[in-house]
């Protein structure tokens, strides 16, 4: 079975400008989460989909965003880019049969930066 | 809030050391632990994970045993190898939740 794809794997962009970036989840799992790597935060949950809804949303600003498709592929966005948004922004995806206890399985991450 | 604490590293060892990098936990309630594994340029890899109090976890041959009483959950392995170099997490997550809490990361490097 293939495991979590995230695409693209490298992004560079300057300030201002936004991204999309997009992950297709481990067939049959329909939970997607987004986290944010950077050294100096260490990792940082952004949101979680299920069923195309957004759930939960973590401590960032307006400007990151997501959504969730029928076939539980997903994309993030993040607007008006800015230098600290230089991150490895990793996916992951899980059955969500059992809440709390679920393996969430990683893709390898988007590295964006800011130029 | 809830949190983890893990070992500052980096952690250097020669090979078929013994390895243990220490977490620890905040949290209310009875979070499920995991730790997870990142190799150079990839994403995390589950390395085992424990639901329960005195469910120990094992993979690879590193080994974890979820301590309520003491809110820990180290990680340990008898003889590291060389392949064994990454970045460690340990991390919670809550019952009925599927947000990931983790801990800053412990650099584990194996020298020949």
């Known amino acids: 079975k293939a495991g979590v794809t995230q695409t693209p794997r490298y992004l560079i962009k300057t300030r201002g400008q936004q991204v999309t970036l997009s992950c297709s989840p481990i067939?049959?799992?329909?939970?997607v989460s987004w986290y944010q790597q950077t050294p100096g935060q260490g990792l940082q949950f952004l949101f979680e989909?299920?069923?195309?809804?957004?759930?939960n949303k973590g401590n960032f600003p307006g400007r990151f965003s997501g959504r969730q498709f029928s076939n539980s592929r997903s994309e993030m966005n993040v607007s008006t880019l800015e230098l600290g948004d230089s991150a490895l922004y990793l996916c992951?995806?899980?059955?969500?049969?059992?809440?709390?206890?679920?393996?969430?399985?990683f893709g390898p991450g988007t590295r964006l930066t800011v130029l | 809030g809830d949190s983890v604490t893990q070992m500052e590293g980096p952690v250097t060892l020669s090979e078929e050391a013994f390895l243990t990098i220490n977490c620890t936990y905040t949290?209310?309630?009875?979070?499920?632990l995991f730790w997870y594994v990142q190799y150079p340029g990839e994403g995390l890899q589950l390395l085992l994970k424990?639901?329960?109090?005195?469910d120990k976890g094992s993979n690879k041959g590193f080994e974890a045993t979820y301590r309520k009483e003491t809110t820990s959950f180290h990680l340990e392995k008898g003889s590291v190898q060389v392949s064994d170099s990454a970045v460690y997490f340990c991390?919670?997550?809550?019952?009925?939740?599927?947000?990931?809490?983790f801990g800053a990361g412990t650099t584990v490097t194996v020298r020949a």
């Open positions: 992951a995806s899980s059955l969500f049969t059992a809440p709390g206890t679920d393996t969430q399985y």
């Open positions: 067939s049959g799992h329909r939970s």
């Open positions: 989909y299920f069923s195309e809804t957004q759930r």
């Open positions: 949290a209310t309630g009875y979070p499920s």
């Open positions: 424990a639901t329960k109090a005195d």
């Open positions: 991390a919670l997550v809550y019952s009925n939740d599927y947000k990931l809490s």
